[in-house]
């Protein structure tokens, strides 16, 4: 079972459309995470929810919205999309207090979503 | 956060050790050491992490200066697969990761 998944893993759409990517886990984990590569390779973290609560919310372009419906999922949804949103998204889950409870903290990623704007 | 300093680039045999280095003269106490691997087209994935000790896993071992101002990862018998940037990251025990540039691993054969 992959235990972080993306989907769409590739995504081609005009610029001005909107568009979803989704994130799901089933490690259990209560904090999940999106970031974005882009031309590059430089990684940039852009949200990050705990528990469903926004916990971190990079400079990012309020185009861009996260979604995280229960603790298992956290959807990027982004509107009007331009040329300069091409690039590859991941998401990512870990247990972000890990630490005081003795469990794992390392982060998980999904394969990714390479995203073009035409 | 604290920086860490890799190589650009590095390049090995096959079926040799790699050590990569890292440095983090500003790390402070309560920061983790923490490795992380890109292989190409895929997303990242964890090797390695440690605070004072040295440590083991099935992947890599981690050397840890007496400092902790530097640190190596070290790969014992590079294959092929291993080929990836590899990051070198400080991470406090409830943080987010921040990945900087790493060092991108080229094992030749």
């Known amino acids: 079972d992959t235990a972080v998944s993306q989907t769409p893993k590739y995504l081609v759409t005009q610029m001005g459309n909107d568009k979803s990517i989704k994130c799901e886990q089933n490690l259990g984990h209560d904090t999940m995470y999106w970031y974005k590569q882009d031309s590059k390779k430089f990684l940039k973290i852009m949200f990050s929810y705990n528990n469903k609560e926004l916990i971190i919310n990079e400079t990012v372009p309020n185009r861009f919205s996260p979604k995280s419906p229960d603790k298992a999922h956290l959807n990027l949804h982004i509107n009007s999309l331009e040329l300069g949103d091409s690039a590859v998204y991941f998401c990512?889950?870990?247990?972000?207090?890990?630490?005081?409870?003795?469990?794992?903290?390392?982060?998980?990623f999904g394969q990714g979503t390479r995203l073009t704007v035409v | 956060d604290a920086k860490t300093t890799q190589p650009n680039s590095m390049e090995s045999n096959e079926e040799e050790p790699v050590h990569l280095p890292c440095n983090h003269s500003?790390?402070?106490?309560?920061?983790?050491i923490h490795w992380y691997r890109q292989l190409p087209s895929q997303g990242p994935e964890y090797v390695i992490h440690g605070l004072t000790s040295n440590v083991n896993n099935r992947m890599a071992s981690l050397a840890i200066a007496e400092d902790r101002k530097s640190s190596t990862l070290i790969l014992h018998r590079a294959t092929l697969r291993d080929a990836a940037v590899y990051y070198c990251?400080?991470?406090?025990?409830?943080?987010?990761?921040?990945f900087g540039k790493g060092t991108r691993l080229h094992i030749l054969p």
């Open positions: 990251i400080l991470k406090k025990a409830d943080d987010k990761i921040i």
């Open positions: 990512a889950s870990s247990h972000l207090h890990g630490y005081r409870k003795g469990l794992y903290t390392e982060a998980f």
């Open positions: 500003t790390i402070s106490g309560t920061d983790y």
